[in-house]
């Protein structure tokens, strides 16, 4: 099986609760871990199912660098737990 390019484009992240100097390394790292998760396991149904929105839930608050590694895993299991 040829891998496939996977473009992947977020056009906003609302970030409450953090100090606005954070949003780059949480950025950053939600990157670098969502990239991580498709390339290992591939682009999810629910995904497929509704590409315009994805809820990932509610995240609690920890160190930005937590934090972005989080949101990427809620947001790649499209909301369910």
Same mark, same amino acid.
């Given at each position: 099986?040829? @891998?496939?390019? /996977?473009?992947?484009? /977020?056009?906003?992240?609302?970030? +409450?609760?953090?100090? @606005?100097?954070?949003?780059?390394? /949480?950025?950053?790292?939600?990157? +670098?871990?969502?990239?991580?998760?498709?390339?290992?396991?591939?682009? @999810? !149904?629910?995904?497929?199912?509704? @590409?315009?929105?994805?809820?990932?839930?509610?995240?609690?608050?920890?160190? !930005?660098?937590?934090?972005?590694?989080? /949101?990427?895993?809620?947001?790649?299991?499209?909301?369910?737990?």
């Amino acid at each position: 099986m040829n @891998p496939r390019e /996977i473009d992947l484009h /977020i056009e906003e992240l609302v970030l +409450h609760g953090f100090a @606005p100097e954070a949003r780059w390394q /949480i950025g950053d790292t939600l990157e +670098h871990e969502l990239r991580g998760l498709l390339t290992a396991q591939g682009v @999810p !149904p629910e995904w497929l199912a509704s @590409p315009e929105r994805i809820d990932a839930g509610a995240i609690a608050l920890t160190k !930005p660098m937590t934090t972005g590694a989080e /949101i990427a895993q809620a947001a790649y299991r499209g909301g369910r737990k």
